[in-house]
């Protein structure tokens, strides 16, 4: 079983809704991530948080807004999305490693979105 | 330019043999780390092996063993005895030194289908 535990699995909205995407890490993990996946391709980095502050946003659209309420949870909210955004969202969360980059980071199971 | 290359898109190995995926990189920085994820059809990244660029011997886990040839900038992944549940996507991913931050931001290459056959 994974550590990282993302809800819900499946989630298809519609274009005009409004929903969120939830993430839970308890291994003490100070640093999580969001990526966007589309099939075959790899993972593509959206957001990273470090200690709960926003440390990278890359250039997602506002469409897309992150929350990390506190060390354990990583929101994404979702509003007004596009066909386009159909992909697998995963979470990651890592130890804060001072910049040796040896730890790795773990993922969740993922959330597929549908947009119809 | 491609910071991750991975030059095989599938592979098929017979179960029970070895099979070497291929993963080259290219950085000017000094300190990087190198890791290998497995990705099956439902979905997660499954962490396999790290190397750091400043480890002397190859990193082993299992049946995987990282074949790290630092002077080629590569850093190829070898599954052992290659079993059905092996069958994924794998991906190579590198994560420089992010300049003293606390986290690193993964790079990750193209990805390599495996298939196993009985």
């Known amino acids: 079983d994974t550590e990282v535990t993302q809800t819900p699995k499946h989630l298809v909205m519609g274009m005009t809704n409004k929903k969120s995407l939830k993430c839970e890490q308890h291994?003490?993990?100070?640093?999580m991530y969001w990526y966007k996946q589309k099939a075959k391709k790899p993972p593509e980095l959206m957001f990273v948080y470090s200690y709960e502050k926003l440390s990278i946003n890359e250039s997602v659209p506002s469409r897309f807004s992150p929350e990390c309420p506190n060390s354990s949870l990583l929101n994404l909210h979702l509003h007004a999305l596009q066909p386009e955004d159909s992909a697998l969202y995963l979470c990651a969360s890592s130890q804060a490693s001072g910049g040796r980059g040896n730890q790795p980071q773990h993922f969740g199971d993922g959330t597929r979105l549908s947009i119809l | 330019a491609q910071k991750i290359t991975q030059t095989q898109p599938g592979m098929f190995v017979q179960e029970k043999e070895a099979v070497t995926l291929d993963c080259t990189y290219d950085t000017s920085d000094p300190s990087y780390g190198l890791f290998w994820y497995k990705q099956p059809s439902s979905g997660e990244m499954i962490f396999l092996i790290y190397?750091?660029?400043?480890?002397?011997q190859n990193a082993t886990e299992g049946r995987y063993s990282l074949n790290f040839q630092k002077a080629r900038k590569s850093a190829n992944l070898v599954i052992s005895a290659s079993q059905l549940g092996d069958s994924a996507m794998y991906f190579c991913a590198m994560r420089e030194s992010a300049g003293g931050t606390s986290y690193g931001k993964l790079t990750f290459g193209q990805g390599t289908i495996l298939t196993v056959h009985p």
């Open positions: 291994m003490g993990h100070r640093a």
């Open positions: 190397q750091g660029s400043y480890d002397q």
